[in-house]
């Protein structure tokens, strides 16, 4: 699950905070844990993207 929010501050620029729980069964390797919320990250970015453009 992930919960994103998109807050506009500027006119051509915009906030996005966006909160994303992962799990990861190996969290020891930081490497593993990375890659991880880099697909969340990347996730959300594109839902935050397609919200603003909806919006």
Same mark, same amino acid.
């Given at each position: +699950? /992930?919960? #994103?929010? #998109? %807050? /506009? %501050?500027?006119? /051509? *620029?915009?906030? #996005?905070? #966006?909160? $994303?729980?992962?799990?990861? !069964?190996?969290?020891? %390797? /930081?490497t593993? !844990? $990375?890659?991880? +919320?880099? %697909? $969340?990250?990347?996730?959300?970015?594109?839902? $935050? *993207? *397609?919200?603003?453009?909806?919006?």
């Amino acid at each position: +699950m /992930y919960v #994103c929010m #998109c %807050v /506009y %501050v500027y006119v /051509y *620029t915009y906030v #996005c905070v #966006c909160v $994303c729980m992962c799990m990861c !069964m190996y969290v020891y %390797v /930081y490497t593993y !844990m $990375c890659m991880c +919320m880099y %697909v $969340c990250h990347k996730f959300i970015l594109q839902e $935050c *993207t *397609t919200n603003n453009n909806s919006g």
